[in-house]
């Protein structure tokens, strides 16, 4: 027997339940939405049901993920009210579709294409288009700044967002903090952790936390951690294993056994006595070598390494058990554990070898003093996937400077290019301490000369550990040839220039000191004070020479500038009665009361008006006739 649509439909709705559907919905809750059947009748239907469901959706959207992870507490619920000073709400990842998404896709290519410039700009140009970026988008350039180190293009940028109206959100403020943390500002990122406590529409998440604490160790500010620890446990969140792990080792690094105990032993009560995450043992282990409790050292470890995976280990929880046995004389386990670890390594499934490992191993190899194996196992961590950044390789250049192996640093920093880094700032003024120590300043003089030409900035420090150490050893005009060089680049302060003025007076080159504070003078980037004068006059003594020159050259160039400043006056003077003139040429000469022109332009009205009547006149008689 067959069945028609309308009837089958009927059918199967008065059709009683099975029994286990009778017991699973027995009540079923009333819903707004509109049981749906089979299928729906046409494409509109279709749309509005699905418009329908997004409606719910927006009804109420987590403003954060963070939220579902941490213990029910009271929410902020946004206020109605107009007022233009109350925070903005954050833009929810729902409004990430269309032409924004698009363009979120479009800024994230130009970020994989390593262009941060175009990618800044862009957002830039973007916010005043059609299609404005979203705070992710936004999120995403700040962070590849971030990474590369740009802090000054990243607070540019963030300035930039935040005038525009684009609304902050929780990854932002968590940026911000790694970014004073990172350039120890530890006062300026609690500033930010405070205006986002105060201020914004939204919580911190367990990130800000492990963030912020992190930065306060690295920053030697372990007290003022563990009080940012207990106001996380205050606001509702459960203890993270993370952040004890940061705080332990910052105690630790403080050789600071007994806080590290106390910590894990607060730690362990608060999980209910089983602790997971292999981030504390590492720390745990340095406070029993502190101890000199060997054996229960020992047997952490063993604990952390097991084969029943209690304990999760990761790449920096290895990283700080491998530090720990490198501190405390056991690198022979250090050196085990890491052949371990690389065997283990299999990435993305499982990390247990990262760049921190290998430059570990090199201080490792260091303290034992096994240079040469030392640099074999940092050029081979490509190996493993791992690539060596700028710092990596100053940490090693500046080991092998401290031990006096000079030439090694500079074959280390010609194979850098291998790599893919460039020297920097602080390579070049590692091997130029090096070579002042090891008896050649031509060579300190001629990376010095590297870092301009690469278009680096040298900073005054680097420039007066050149001059000093030139100096030193009587290259006198080499000294000057840089001071004349950097003297418009850099910002000389007063020891850097009375440096300069002793240098050449004690070789009896006063009239070069003479032409200096005239420059000085002409310019005023710098007073010229009573120690500089005192230089210059006991080197005019020395040379038989009258100190008042000094003086007479100081009133000479106070002359030149109230004369410069008196011609300066009378020709603002000139072209401003020039341009008075112009004007007057220009306008009608009634706006500026002249009777004399007023006079001469009613005499021509008369005689035209005159000339009119006549005209009129005669063509009046020509009409008559």
Not at 18 to 39: D, F, G, Q
Not at 182 to 193: G, V
Not at 534 to 559: F, H, P, S, T, Y
Request: a negative charge; charged letters at 30%; glycine letters at 4%.
């Amino acid at each position: 027997m067959a069945f028609s649509k309308p009837s089958f439909l009927h059918r199967l709705k008065t059709l009683p339940l099975p029994y286990h559907h009778r017991v699973l919905h027995r009540a079923p809750p009333p819903c707004s939405i509109s049981i749906r059947l089979l299928s729906f009748a046409t494409p509109e239907d279709i749309a509005a049901e699905r418009r329908k469901r997004k409606r719910q959706l927006r009804m109420q959207p987590p403003i954060s993920p963070a939220r579902h992870q941490q213990q029910p507490q009271q929410q902020r619920s946004p206020t109605t009210n107009s007022n233009p000073n109350a925070p903005k709400i954050p833009e929810h990842v729902f409004v990430l579709t269309g032409n924004r998404l698009n363009l979120h896709n479009k800024i994230l290519k130009i970020i994989r294409e390593n262009d941060l410039d175009e990618a800044a700009l862009y957002t830039r140009h973007s916010v005043y288009s059609n299609c404005r970026p979203t705070i992710f988008t936004c999120n995403a350039v700040m962070a590849a700044l971030l990474r590369a180190s740009r802090y000054s293009d990243f607070l540019s940028l963030h300035r930039f967002i935040t005038q525009a109206g684009i609304a902050s959100n929780v990854i932002t403020y968590n940026m911000l903090i790694t970014l004073y943390c990172e350039c120890r500002k530890p006062d300026t990122a609690l500033e930010h952790y405070k205006r986002l406590i105060e201020d914004a529409p939204f919580e911190p998440s367990r990130a800000t936390y492990r963030i912020l604490v992190k930065g306060l160790v690295d920053n030697n500010r372990v007290e003022k951690g563990i009080e940012i620890k207990d106001e996380m446990l205050s606001r509702g969140f459960d203890a993270d294993e993370v952040v004890y792990g940061y705080l332990m080792n910052g105690c630790a690094k403080n050789k600071d056994g007994d806080k590290v105990l106390e910590l894990f032993e607060e730690l362990r009560e608060k999980l209910g006595g089983e602790v997971t995450n292999g981030i504390v043992y590492g720390p745990l282990m340095k406070a029993y070598f502190l101890k000199e409790m060997e054996k229960e050292a020992m047997e952490k470890f063993e604990e952390a390494v097991a084969e029943n995976l209690k304990v999760k280990m990761d790449d920096v929880a290895y990283n700080l058990v491998l530090d720990a046995f490198c501190r405390f004389g056991k690198f022979e386990e250090a050196l085990q554990l890491f052949e371990k670890m690389k065997n283990l390594h299999n990435p993305p499934w499982k990390l247990t070898v990262n760049l921190g490992s290998y430059n570990v191993m090199v201080d490792g190899y260091f303290l034992e003093g096994r240079f040469k194996e030392a640099v074999e196992v940092f050029m081979s961590m490509g190996e493993k996937n791992c690539n060596p950044d700028i710092l990596s390789f100053n940490n090693l250049i500046e080991l092998l400077c401290n031990n006096d192996l000079l030439p090694e640093a500079e074959e280390l920093c010609g194979r850098m290019s291998e790599k893919g880094v460039s020297p920097d700032e602080v390579t070049y003024g590692l091997l130029m301490d090096a070579c002042f120590k090891g008896n050649r300043p031509d060579d300190a003089a001629v990376y010095f000369k590297k870092m301009i030409d690469e278009n680096l900035r040298p900073n005054l420090p680097v420039y007066n550990k050149l001059v000093e150490g030139l100096v030193q050893v009587g290259k006198i005009d080499e000294a000057k040839s840089f001071f004349d060089l950097m003297v418009t680049k850099l910002k000389f302060n007063f020891a850097s220039y009375e440096f300069m003025f002793k240098a050449l007076c004690d070789v009896g080159r006063v009239d070069d000191v003479l032409k200096i504070v005239g420059d000085i003078l002409d310019e005023g980037s710098i007073d010229l004070n009573d120690d500089m004068q005192k230089i210059v006059k006991d080197g005019l003594r020395r040379e038989a020479r009258e100190e008042e020159e000094l003086d007479r050259l100081i009133e000479q160039k106070e002359n030149e500038k109230e004369e410069a400043k008196r011609r300066e006056i009378e020709e603002a003077e000139r072209a401003k009665a020039s341009a008075k003139a112009a004007v007057a040429n220009l306008l009608p000469s009634k706006l500026f009361g002249n009777k004399e022109g007023s006079n001469e332009n009613a005499a021509l009205s008369g005689n035209s008006d005159t000339v009119s009547s006549n005209e009129v006149q005669a063509s009046g008689e020509v009409q008559a006739s």
